[in-house]
């Protein structure tokens, strides 16, 4: 019986599964881009920059992912931006994951050894050069694992762009449910197929973890 | 080459220089020596502008140093600095920390900064070591490649920041005999030091520092041997017989 609504269900959850990838890069890709901004004006030493990235970082985590996504996909359009729910959801889960990202990127800058700037600076390197060719990477080293960890985070929490409308697996999930009524057959897929997915991220972080420990 | 001239830096209520004027003229081993907190190592931090001076003018080779002005990383690459944690670059290898200057900031091609690079730490013998990550190499080869890394920006002047003081004493003379061989050659250099040996024979002067002015200075085997100042008597009494 299970194996016969698996097979049936299946091809439907795997479309939800294609959007939840996309949803999870894009928000993966943005937040890190981001991330990194605001991690870099935090640590430019350049006091408006320091306050703008600080005010921005908190905001965004203070306010719920939930209500951030209903504002991008539920206000802009009154501003004149109209998203579609994909590009809202990919917009939003990134720019909330952009503050979390920057505290991490951030902490791995500051754990770097002040002399290593010095180092730099007095061989007349400049801020940027100074960034690119000596503190980022070390601080990947650093930055690495928690990261790993926020990659499994983002997978999970791509299932709450459902709440505006994209139908990835969650909802495909809960759409199935629904019209059906055969929840446990349903949730234990879609629980699964979360895991397959997670698995390979567990494990990825585990071997990061293991690497930075050993220096 | 380098020269102070009512040179004042303090750190919160604590006034670290207290009007510091001295010159290093080129070619001339300049030492610094003195009980720590006198602001030996600040001089060599306002020189560098790793720190900004309150007050006073600082100028290399006739340049104002000046922390928050573009000249700066000029000046930078025309005096380097030799730290005492060395501050290598543990991810790049001893060759890649001594050309990371030249090919970055200097824009040298690379092959031409490989070759020069690889002489350099043939200089400081440590050929065999290039490929070396600085975490696989003695403290005493790493302050060497630090002196290469130094070296290949081809400086007017190289400050030392106490360069043996974080090395095991038997570390300590392959460093010196490294400095000695610049010194012979010509660099011009200000060095912060506790090795007075070194500072008898290599400098030509040195300058006594406490409580951030210099108290006294002069001609290094005259000062050494010979010190007027009381508090320089004292000073060089408790270096030379610890015990």
Known sequence: MFWKDAAAFLPILLEGLRLTVIVTLGSLVLSTLLGMVWALMRVSGVRALVWFATGLVNAIRGVPIIVQLFWIYFVLPEFGITLTALQAGIIGLGLAYSAYQSENFRAGIEAIDHGQIEAAQSIGMGWVLTMRRVILPQAVKIILPPYGNTMIMMLKDSSQASTITVAELALKGQMIASSTFKNSTVFTLVALLYLVMSVPLILLVGWLERRAGRK | ?243
């Open chain 2, 1 to 243: 080459m380098i020269e102070l001239v009512d040179v004042h830096k303090r750190f919160g209520s604590n006034e670290v220089l207290r009007g510091i004027s001295a010159r290093v003229d080129k070619g001339e081993v300049v030492c610094v020596i003195g009980p720590s907190g006198s602001g030996k190592s600040t001089i060599l931090r306002c020189i560098n502008a790793l720190e900004t001076h309150d007050a006073g003018e600082i100028r290399v080779d006739g340049q104002r140093v000046d922390r928050g002005h573009d000249s700066i990383h000029a000046i930078r690459t025309q005096v380097s600095m030799v730290f005492q944690r060395f501050n290598l670059f543990p991810h790049r290898s001893a060759l890649d920390n001594v050309i990371e200057g030249p090919v970055y900031v200097k824009r040298e091609p690379r092959a031409q900064a490989l070759e020069r690079g690889r002489a350099l730490l043939e200089r400081v013998g440590l050929a065999d070591k290039a490929d070396a990550r600085p975490a696989q190499l003695s403290g005493g080869q790493m302050q060497r490649v630090a002196i290469a890394r130094a070296l290949a920006m081809q400086p007017k002047a190289i400050l030392f920041d106490e360069p043996t003081s974080a090395l095991d004493p038997e570390l300590v003379g392959e460093v010196l005999a490294v400095m000695r061989s610049l010194a012979e050659e010509g660099m011009t250099m200000l060095v912060v030091t506790h090795e007075m040996g070194f500072a008898r024979e290599v400098a030509d002067r040195v300058l006594f520092l406490d409580g951030g002015v210099i108290v006294e200075q002069g001609a290094a085997r005259e000062l050494l041997t010979n010190p007027q100042h009381a508090r320089t008597q004292d000073f060089l009494r408790r270096v030379l017989r610890p015990i």
